[in-house]
Every structure is written in C-alpha cells, then in structure tokens.
C-alpha cells in the first residue's frame, strides 16, 4: 500500500477538481443526443454512450501521459494548459458537433467524437495532474467522469452560484501547468532548487488568475 500517499490523493482530489470545471458541458451533449432518440432508447443510450465516454478518455489520457515523458511534450502541455486556464475564466469555446443522429450506434458515435473533441483540454490537464501515474488516471476518471455525467447540471449550477470554484479550478489548471514546465527536460535546469519551482508556481498561478480578472473588467467595460 505504499502508493497511498499524501502526493497521490492530491493528485486526485486535482483530476477530480479539473474534471468537475472543464467536463461540464460534455455531459449536457450526451443529453442532447440522446433527446433525438425514441423515448425507450434514451437511457440506455446515455448509460453505454457515458461509459463508453469514460473508457475512451482513460485510453487517451493514458496515451498523453506517455506521450508526455517526451522532451519537450511536457514544456508544451503546459503551456497549452497556462492558455486552457485563462480560457475557462473568460468565454468558454464549443466544440459545434451535430446531434441529429436518431439511430442507436449513431448516437453513441457522436458522444464519442464530441467528448473527444471537447475533452481535448481535459486529458492534457488529466494527464499533466497524474505526474505519469496511470494508476491515478484511471481512479480519477472513473469517480469523476460519472459524477459529470449523472450530476451535470448540478455541478453547473454550483460553478454559476459559487465562480469562486471557477477560480479555484484555473488555479489548479495553472499550476499543474508550471509544474510540467519545470519538469521538462529542456528547462529543468533553470530550476536548480524545490525553492525556484514553488516561486515560478506561484507567479504562474497568480498571472494567469490576475489577467484573466483584469480581461474580464475589460470585456465588461468594453460590451458597455
């Protein structure tokens, strides 16, 4: 039982976190398709187009955490991950996937491709949170995606009523991006001492969340 340690559940209290704000909307889909099909179909669609969704995003997620153990790939996720921070907090991009399949297996392949297409911020945040752990992709995803899935219009009236939550979440997407990039194999060097790693964190986590908020008053203003 060693790999139960302090590291690993917060680890996974971050995936769990990180899913509940980006995963949100992927789960309304799911609904919508599943609208367009006769009446006696619908639950069962959702459930096999749910689980299917949760095997196939444990499979890419596991595929990008290897893919991220290539020098280099790490510098990048995090910094595709510092933009995916920022975007969260202002207008939030769809993905545009048609939902008017009306058969069975047609409606399970658009919740696929849209769960791809829209969770594609989701499994490098996923994958760069695990610190190559597979183990904690796999037990992470699994309490999560089904708590979306089943429970997503609460937990979109909980990021509305509370956006505190919505901060907390870019803040962990921020730093879990600072740590890929300190960990990269081209610019680890530049952080000799756990020391220079917490500070770069902190500066990240702090820029992205101050941006984001002064964009957010500029957006405002300017729509006046």
């Given amino acids: ?11 996974l209290l971050m995936i769990i976190i990180i899913d509940l704000v980006l995963a949100g909307d992927n789960a309304l889909l799911i609904g ?3 609208k367009n099909l006769p009446q006696k ?6 459930i096999i187009g749910a ?17 991220l153990e290539i020098d280099g790939l790490l510098l ?11 975007k969260i907090l202002l207008a939030d991009q769809q993905v545009h996937v048609k939902t008017e399949k009306n058969t069975f297996w047609g409606a399970i392949f658009t919740i696929l491709l849209a769960d791809f297409l829209m969770g594609i911020d989701n499994i490098i945040a996923v994958a760069g949170a695990s ?10 995803l699994a309490i999560s995606i089904p708590i979306v899935i089943w429970g997503s219009t ?9 956006p505190i939550l919505l901060f907390a979440g870019a803040g962990i997407l921020a730093y879990t991006a600072a740590k890929m990039i300190t960990q990269d194999a081209y610019v680890d060097h530049l952080f000799p001492m756990e020391q220079n790693v917490q500070q770069f964190q902190a500066i990240v986590v702090l820029t992205v969340l101050l941006f984001s908020i002064l964009m957010k008053f500029y957006l405002m203003i300017k729509r006046r």
């Fill in 41 to 46: 179909m619908q639950k069962k669609t959702i």
């Fill in 1 to 11: 039982m060693e790999w139960i340690t302090n590291e690993f559940f917060t680890g």
């Fill in 51 to 67: 689980f299917s969704a949760i095997i196939v995003r444990i499979l890419f997620t596991l595929v990008a955490v290897k893919l």
């Fill in 131 to 140: 610190n190559g752990n597979t183990l904690l992709v796999v037990i992470g």
């Fill in 32 to 34: 919508l398709v599943a």
């Fill in 76 to 86: 990048v996720g995090g910094i595709l991950l510092l933009y995916i921070a920022y």
């Fill in 154 to 162: 609460f937990v979109i009236k909980l990021l509305e009523k509370f």
